[in-house]
């Protein structure tokens, strides 16, 4: 029996909308896997455990007020589950190939009278399959999708069984549920409060019921709102880089090989700053050589990056949608020794800390989706003339899976970029190593590869300097 229509949060909503002539945004991701798999195989794997998720059955219908989801009555798998051959052109190589054909599905509309989500299987890639995913970002964020894409690798987990909606669940106040829910210990820890006095205050929040007036903890949380949000609305355009100007709408993507996690780790360690801090600092390295090395001057020169910051406990990823603030975070491109940019990066990073912008560019996206598209653009693209590039970091498995028996070698994924942004830099962990992945406009950079390239020379420079440095 088919399910009711549920209507789509504001969140998602926005999402939806989003879709642009030079911007789709589809969350694009490729597996390489070794030796190959049938299709047959995949379809049945598929069909056995992604669709337990019943949002992969279900179609977007819009109407005046926003979205909904609905069963799809005329659901084929065979429709998102697709076989193809890599096409190469004289004289290219297998990767080449493989990056020319997702650079061309990253700008492929889906199918809108479907469930927005396609797979795409090519057979004898580097001795195996290749397998291209595409999903809707209204579908889920990138935390909740990974979560849900493994459940099709061998052993991969259901979803739980769904429990019935309430008569309150039906009735609970959407801005309570969008904006104030998130302020609880997840978000708490997502930004780095552990143990801060901010944590009980966000508790609080949190509680609408709860008494507020004429606490210490109340004027200290409306001091740091006020501040952030209007650190968010006066926050200065943009270095004016090449990489930053009117984008055409075709994309390419790049991606290199991994880096191994342990010695980012111990770099980490041996500087007295996070993981996050050290690949940072390579991403801002490499973008900086990448532009010098194009005859640009970036002396004192930084660009900002808007970065994702997840909003809900990892268990509860099986639920989708999109649950995530986002941060400005500005790069240091201009800073050529390794050591001082790490810093530079760990300063800044640690501006964040304690910072409501998170939340506060969710509370933005929910009341987006109450708008007419015309209005959601102008408020989003506020982001967009601020921002040079939108990058994530999404933590995967520490250990190889296996996907119909074979073996998943490398994962990568990119994510979209909004209003006329045209970087997307993606930093996954997999396997004991550590993937970067870049999408960009071809009018803004015709080859991403340049700056994936210098990635790896830069984390070595890095380990280099410091395994020079003295020890104590």
Not at 329 to 336: A, R
Not at 432 to 454: E, H, M, N, S, Y
Request: hydrophobic residues 45%; glycine residues 8%; charged residues 20%.
């Amino acid at each position: 029996m088919a399910q009711p229509a549920e209507r789509m949060s504001r969140v998602d909503t926005a999402w939806l909308r989003m879709d642009n002539d030079v911007n789709l945004m589809t969350i694009v991701g490729v597996w390489l896997i070794e030796p190959g798999i049938s299709y047959e195989a995949l379809c049945e794997r598929v069909s056995t455990k992604l669709l337990k998720y019943g949002r992969f059955r279900q179609r977007v219908v819009e109407d005046a007020m926003g979205a909904s989801w609905v069963d799809d009555a005329d659901f084929d798998i065979h429709h998102h589950v697709r076989h193809e051959a890599l096409v190469r052109l004289p004289k290219q190589g297998e990767r080449a190939a493989l990056q020319a054909r997702v650079g061309e599905l990253s700008m492929t509309p889906l199918d809108r009278s479907r469930p927005l989500w396609q797979f795409q299987l090519i057979d004898d890639y580097e001795g195996g399959s290749a397998l291209i995913a595409r999903v809707h970002h209204c579908i889920a964020d990138g935390i909740a999708l990974i979560s849900v894409m493994l459940s099709i690798t061998d052993g991969g987990a259901e979803p739980p069984p769904r429990k019935r909606r309430t008569a309150d669940d039906e009735g609970s106040d959407w801005l309570t549920e969008a904006v104030m829910r998130p302020l609880t210990d997840v978000a708490v820890k997502a930004i780095g409060l552990y143990g801060s006095g901010l944590a009980k205050s966000m508790k609080l929040l949190a509680e609408p019921q709860q008494p507020l007036q004429g606490t210490l903890d109340v004027a200290r949380i409306g001091y740091q709102v006020i501040a952030d949000a209007g650190a968010m609305l006066l926050m200065p355009d943009d270095s004016p880089t090449r990489l930053k100007g009117k984008p055409i709408g075709a994309k390419r993507v790049a991606w290199g090989e991994p880096l191994p996690l342990d010695q980012v780790k111990a770099i980490g360690k041996a500087l007295n700053c996070s993981i996050n801090d050290v690949l940072l600092a390579c991403v801002a390295g490499a973008i900086g050589g990448y532009l010098r090395d194009q005859g640009d001057d970036t002396t004192g020169q930084e660009i900002r990056a808007m970065v994702p910051v997840n909003l809900r406990p990892l268990e509860k990823a099986y639920k989708l949608g999109n649950q995530f603030g986002l941060v400005p975070l500005v790069l240091p491109i201009g800073i050529v020794n390794p050591v001082e940019r790490v810093y530079a990066v760990r300063a800044r990073m640690a501006e964040l800390k304690g910072s409501y912008q998170p939340l506060l560019a969710f509370a933005v996206l929910a009341v987006s989706g109450l708008l007419i598209k015309p209005m959601q653009d102008a408020l989003l693209n506020l982001f967009a003339k601020k921002t040079t590039a939108v990058m994530t970091n999404v933590p995967g498995p520490a250990v190889a899976l296996k996907v119909c028996g074979s073996t998943l070698r490398q994962v990568m994924f990119w994510v979209p970029q909004s209003g006329e942004i045209g970087v997307g830099v993606s930093i996954l962990s997999y396997g004991g190593g550590v993937q970067f992945g870049l999408i960009t406009d071809a009018q803004l950079c015709p080859d991403p590869q340049k700056i994936i390239d210098r990635f790896e020379p830069e984390f070595e420079k890095l380990l280099m300097v410091t395994l020079m440095l003295p020890w104590e």
